[in-house]
């Protein structure tokens, strides 16, 4: 079996300077890493910053650069209708995503369009249709973006306006461009 080291010879002198030799490089590599002129330090101190958690808002800002002028459009003399589109103005009143506005500038409009699902029971449910448009001016051809149809009760209202709410957000985002 052969030795990875050829053994020691009496031709060989010791060395005593080795383990100074040792010792030397360990300090400088010690001192290198640690050193507050070393740009490995100013790094890990970075990443330690960022690691530690921050504190988070209780009440988030509105996100002005995000927030996206809207307006609510109803047509229908159902109840169950009007609430719909009470609660969809509240809800979009009181978001940081939207800001409800009547102003002639650049805004999505959801079209909400509802009916009594039965004429002779008009507290049952209504058939409704939201249909979203961009906006350009008032005096401008709007473009259509999207639409969704359905029936709604009074249980399922709360619902149906926090759906309605996410996919205006939802569109607002896939065609931000064209409020650019």
């Not at 300077?17 to 400088?28: D, E, G, N």
């Not at 409800?100 to 409704?128: C, M, N, Q």
């Not at 709360?158 to 996919?167: G, P, Q, T």
């Amino acid at each position: 079996m052969s030795r990875p080291f050829p053994p020691r010879t009496p031709a060989s002198k010791p060395r005593p300077w080795a383990p100074l030799l040792l010792s030397v490089s360990l300090f400088l590599i010690a001192a290198a890493l640690f050193s507050p002129l070393s740009g490995v330090s100013g790094a890990s101190a970075a990443l330690a910053a960022e690691a530690a958690p921050k504190a988070v808002a209780d009440k988030p800002a509105p996100s002005v650069d995000r927030a996206v002028q809207v307006a609510v459009e109803l047509e229908g003399t159902d109840s169950l209708g009007a609430r719909l589109a009470f609660r969809l103005k509240d809800t979009f009143n009181s978001s940081s995503l939207f800001v409800l506005s009547e102003k002639d500038a650049p805004k999505i409009r959801v079209l909400l369009s509802t009916t009594p699902e039965f004429p002779s029971r008009p507290s049952v449910g209504s058939a409704y249709s939201v249909v979203w448009v961009f906006s350009q001016s008032e005096g401008t051809l709007r473009h259509y973006l999207a639409r969704e149809v359905g029936v709604v009760t009074a249980e399922s209202v709360e619902d149906l306006v926090a759906h309605i709410a996410e996919r205006t957000d939802g569109i607002s985002v896939r065609y931000g461009y064209l409020f650019q």
